[in-house]
């Protein structure tokens, strides 16, 4: 899968059950989730983030604050009760249009569409924060190494992230994504489908490290729904006060 074909495929899941697509409970799909529902599960999981970072020393400025995959802007518009200016980015055209729809704070927060393979459209050392929950774990891992190297440049000396991605493990750890993707769309007659793919923590960290950063603290748990097949990473990054630009 190309960006382009991402792209395609994450604006078809987003035309008409956008909450669903970004939190796929059962019980709320075909637009079941109540706006205010839905959105409370961002500020609560952004509140249980920021503890998380502050029990192992990391309280970022609050001054400017990216969300990578931001969908409809779940996680944006919490995290806009916490910093001046917000930008949310997503690949998909009809996620941003929803998010522009839901957006409370225009006057801190902006939606971007980026179609493309990195972030290459935005300025170094911008961000005092970057949040990127179930996003990363559906771009192939070419573009999710891509994006994380532009965390580390787009992150400010001594600007900090929340990065959460999957691994794969036991035997969906030996089947290609390429053939993964092929039964998937398969399954679903040819249609959008939510794609998965792992990326280890390992290569992550190596990432981290040579955009300048660290690796603070690390939190692996399986993957519910899907133990048998990945677990899920929560990496909380701390980048170096001088290099690593």
Not at 16 to 21: E, F, G, S
Not at 57 to 70: E, N, T
Not at 138 to 161: E, N, V
Not at 168 to 184: E, Q, T
């Amino acid at each position: 899968m190309n960006i382009d074909d991402a792209s395609r495929n994450w604006n078809d899941l987003g035309e008409n059950d956008p909450l669903w697509v970004v939190l796929t409970d059962p019980e709320k799909k075909g637009n079941r989730w109540r706006e205010a529902d839905f959105f409370a599960t961002g500020r609560d999981q952004i509140r249980e983030l920021f503890q998380k970072m502050a029990a192992v020393g990391i309280s970022p400025l609050p001054v400017r604050a990216l969300d990578f995959g931001c969908g409809v802007g779940r996680l944006t518009q919490a995290l806009a009760e916490r910093f001046d200016s917000v930008d949310g980015v997503d690949i998909s055209a009809s996620m941003i249009r929803h998010a522009k729809k839901y957006n409370r704070v225009p006057d801190r927060v902006e939606y971007h569409l980026n179609v493309r393979s990195d972030l290459a459209t935005f300025p170094s050392a911008q961000y005092d924060f970057i949040c990127s929950l179930i996003a990363l774990q559906h771009t192939p891992p070419r573009f999710q190494r891509a994006y994380l190297a532009d965390f580390m440049r787009l992150l400010k000396p001594g600007g900090s992230a929340c990065i959460q991605t999957i691994h794969a493990h036991g035997w969906r750890s030996w089947v290609a994504d390429w053939l993964a993707d092929f039964i998937r769309k398969r399954r679903n007659g040819g249609a959008a489908f939510i794609s998965l793919y792992g990326l280890s923590p390992g290569c992550i960290r190596q990432l981290v490290e040579q955009g300048g950063g660290e690796v603070v603290a690390l939190e692996s748990t399986p993957y519910t729904g899907w133990e048998s097949r990945y677990g899920t990473d929560l990496f909380i990054i701390r980048k170096s006060l001088i290099g690593g630009i």
